[in-house]
């Protein structure tokens, strides 16, 4: 198993700032992933991170947009740039161990 | 592609009675199928997983599952539903390249007393 922590737990932020949101987990992973979710909706993937290299974008997002590190195996960060009131969400950060995948508690965002 | 199907936004049932969430899905070789549980304010937590053998699995919180091959379905179950367990459940499929995970788009399950 995993256990994951996210930074912050909730922001309200106005439009046009940049959050950061970090993601720590207490093993090294190979792989970790960035979801959106919409309350009470389903996840979307925003994009794959892996350790020394760039992380890999899902269609409809790009990287100038959500900047993603992953300086080592066991923390990523997440950035939601020039925000709008439509990134307000959920964001979670995820791995995979073995054949399981674990969540992080999420960062509920709100753009003002 | 792989893909996942739950049909109902929304299950009602009253609390001692046996509840059913429905999901099916679509992918490509052997299915690694997934069930997660989101309770208000708080993230996925992992119920039960279906990878290989005995059809019927069971999970946490007293939830099983029944993977049926031919029907492509794996529906959550459990005998005797508590309020406690309104929460929304998501149903997942790992993809044939092993990473990416494909989830369902949920169900409110809503138990009244």
Redo the contacts between chains.
């Keep these: 198993s995993a256990v994951?922590s996210q930074k912050p737990s909730r922001d309200i932020c106005q439009r046009g700032t940049s959050l950061t949101i970090q993601c720590q987990v207490d093993s090294q992973v190979t792989?970790m992933f960035w979801y959106r979710q919409q309350p009470?909706?389903?996840?979307t993937?925003i994009a794959?991170a892996n350790q020394g290299s760039e992380a890999t974008y899902e269609s409809g997002f790009v990287i100038d947009k959500f900047p993603i590190s992953r300086p080592n195996l066991t923390f990523s960060t997440l950035t939601v740039s020039n925000m709008s009131p439509e990134d307000s969400s959920i964001y979670?950060c995820s791995v995979?161990t073995g054949?399981?995948?674990?969540?992080?508690?999420?960062t509920?965002l709100t753009v003002l | 592609a792989q893909s996942v199907a739950q049909p109902e936004d929304q299950v009602n049932v009253a609390e001692g009675n046996p509840l059913t969430v429905k999901c099916t899905y679509s992918v490509s070789g052997n299915p690694?199928l997934?069930w997660?549980v989101q309770y208000p304010?708080?993230?996925?937590?992992?119920l039960l997983?279906y990878?290989t053998g005995d059809n019927l699995v069971k999970g946490s919180y007293g939830f099983e599952a029944e993977f049926n091959k031919s029907q492509t379905s794996f529906h959550l179950k459990k005998p005797s539903a508590l309020v406690s367990d309104s929460a929304?459940y998501?149903c997942?499929v790992?993809g044939a390249d092993f990473?990416?995970?494909y989830?369902?788009?949920?169900t409110?399950l809503n138990v009244k007393p």
């Design positions: 994951i792989m009470g909706q389903s996840l993937l794959t979670l995979v054949v399981e995948q674990f969540f992080g508690p999420g509920r | 690694y997934f997660y304010n708080r993230g996925l937590q992992f997983k990878i929304l998501f997942a790992r990473n990416k995970f989830f369902g788009s949920g409110k």
